[in-house]
């Protein structure tokens, strides 16, 4: 049974409660770093490949965890979707710069730190998780859906560089977001701890701008090259 406030309504679910707690990082997270230049189209190719690599050890340590607990009942609701955005990562970095990628591209002391948060929320129950899942998955067919667009116009990209933001065992990326979002909160109403889900979000949306600004500062702009090339 779900506790009730102090004027006796009933709390947020954990999934309202995970958006009202990260609101305004999600905002900040939209105007700083890499993922600020590519919403503007001002990223370039170089830029995009150093966050997809400094991500790819944050969805491994997030899809190795969910696989670990998809025998307990919170995160059985989200082990049931095999959404597979590891695979689809290394795929996209292998089209975009050849097979020696994870040689060729570093792994910045940000992607580093992201991917170790992600596998210390997979403890325990790993109930945490939830948060890590809310923020990219959900990410993911949403905001991601656009940037997919974005890309394809301002970097040039090919369907076969961009195939993160494909899911092809789903027909209806609205349907899949839809049922998604309510395992969330299906698992969300699971969890002993719901304020340790709600800070494990904001930790996350503070570690993606982490990244994204140590990625900005790593590679240059588009716009920055251009004058310097003038």
Known sequence: MTAATADGSSPPSVVTALYLRTKALHAEAERTGIIRDLLRGDASRAGYILLLRNLL???????DGLERHRGSPGIALLSRYRLERTLAIESDLAALCGERWI????????GEIYAKRVSHAAD????????????????????????????????????????FYDFPHFPDLKV??????????????????PQAVVEEGAIAFSMNIDLSCAVGAAVPQRSAMVAVVQ
Not at 57 to 63: D, H, V
Not at 103 to 110: E, G, R, Y
């Open 124 to 163: 325990g129950d790993g109930m945490r998780l939830i948060a890590h899942a809310y923020t990219r998955y959900l990410g993911d067919l949403s905001g991601g859906q656009i940037l997919q667009r974005l890309l394809a116009r301002s970097l040039e990209l090919r369907p076969s560089e961009l195939t």
């Open 176 to 193: 899949l977001k839809a049922d998604y979002r309510n395992a969330l909160e299906e698992a969300g109403a699971l969890v002993p701890d």
């Open 57 to 63: 050890p944050a969805y491994r340590a997030m899809e």
């Open 103 to 110: 040689a060729d591209i570093p792994l910045l002391a940000a």
